[in-house]
């Protein structure tokens, strides 16, 4: 499995930025996608999470109500989308993959590169 990140950037406290993982080659075996973030010093930590198929997901408590993750099967494409964004949202944010059901960040096997994302106060 090959996951392709884009998106993320520098937005001011409050604003919004969506971030897009594409997924190719063995996608079949996938149960979970998720997203994951990482500030300067400290752990990798899990943002949100959601099924493949099912459409299940799991949000990290820092971000429920503000972040919505979706995904377009036909496009083997999730999106997330961040809405007012706070300062300690900055970190860069991975999106990975996972053939178990979990949302710890060891069980998730695939993962794309980083983005970036900036938020200024």
């Known amino acids: 499995v090959q996951l392709q990140a884009s998106g993320g950037g520098v937005v001011q406290a409050g604003g919004s930025l969506r971030v897009s993982c594409a997924a190719s080659g063995r996608t079949f075996s996938i149960y979970r996608m998720g997203w994951f973030r990482q500030a300067p010093g400290k752990a990798r930590e899990i943002v949100v999470s959601i099924t493949w198929s099912g459409g299940s997901t799991y949000y990290g408590d820092s971000v429920k109500g503000r972040f919505t993750i979706s995904r377009d099967n036909a496009k083997n494409t999730v999106y997330l989308q961040m809405d007012s964004l706070k300062p300690e949202d900055t970190a860069v944010y991975f999106c990975?993959?996972?053939?178990?059901?979990?949302?710890?960040?060891?069980?998730?096997?695939?993962w794309g590169q980083g983005t970036e994302v900036t938020v200024s106060s």
């Open positions: 990975a993959a996972t053939e178990a059901n979990s949302f710890l960040v060891r069980s998730y096997k695939y």
